[in-house]
């Protein structure tokens, strides 16, 4: 069975950070771009970053560009986003998810996980 376990949400205050782990089994981890997304009440789900399968190319929404920061760690099968200077319009249920292009767009990928909800609150 392909999981995908999303970890590491909670409620913060603005300005505050948070780091979210994706914890994954059942398929070829090193193979796969792994992303993290996430939605917004009453939103549509959209791209938040994105590692290609190495590591080494990144790629980042402009909303939180400079702000968030994605690894891997293809020796624990896990990928982190650590969030930094968190706003309100942050909070929203983040999911991760695996696929096989280098992209943030929600059609590309394949394998999805739980969510796990951000609150960015004071």
């Known amino acids: 069975d392909v999981q995908l376990q999303a970890s590491g949400g909670g409620l913060v205050q603005p300005g505050g950070s948070l780091r979210l782990s994706c914890a994954t089994s059942g398929f070829i981890f090193d193979d796969y771009a792994i992303a993290w997304f996430r939605q917004a009440p009453g939103k549509e789900r959209e791209g938040v970053a994105c590692?290609?399968?190495?590591?080494?190319?990144?790629y980042y929404a402009d909303s939180v560009k400079g702000r968030f920061t994605i690894s891997r760690d293809n020796a624990k099968n896990t990928v982190y986003l650590q969030m930094n200077s968190l706003k309100p319009e942050d909070t929203a249920v983040y999911y991760c998810?695996?696929?096989?292009?280098?992209?943030?767009?929600?059609?590309?990928?394949?394998?999805w996980g739980q969510g796990t909800l951000v609150t960015v609150s004071s």
């Open positions: 590692v290609g399968s190495s590591g080494e190319r990144t």
């Open positions: 998810a695996a696929g096989q292009l280098l992209s943030i767009a929600v059609s590309e990928y394949d394998y």
